[in-house]
């Protein structure tokens, strides 16, 4: 989940007054090998956001927004916020095999670890 911000300076009047959210993650599996998050992927969230004028923003089956009020009301506040139900969950039977599974963890440790070694040589380096 990405939140977006106005620099603001502060201020007794609360300026959030809408919280819009895209939510990419449901029945969106991605992986860091096998099925990496790709631009073509993200041309739905760019459309609805409306970077250049966020006032003709609609509200579309993925993004919606929540207004201050409503984020109030919810258990402390907390904005991991769901509305589509995840079909991967509904049935057990419909989960990849084990070995996939194990395959897609391994991938994704595999590709992290690639990535804190590179990291951490170039901080050796430094």
Known sequence: MFFFFDR???SEKIWTEKLWIYDLRTNIHFTLKTNTLRFDDLRDFISCYHAKNRFHRKETERFLSFTYAEL???DK???DIFWFKDESLEDS???PDPE???RDIMENFESALEQFSSIYTEL???
């Open 8 to 10: 603001k300076p502060a």
């Open 72 to 74: 109030l009301q919810r």
């Open 77 to 79: 506040v907390i904005l």
């Open 93 to 95: 039977e419909d989960l």
């Open 100 to 102: 996939v599974l194990a």
């Open 124 to 126: 050796e380096g430094k």
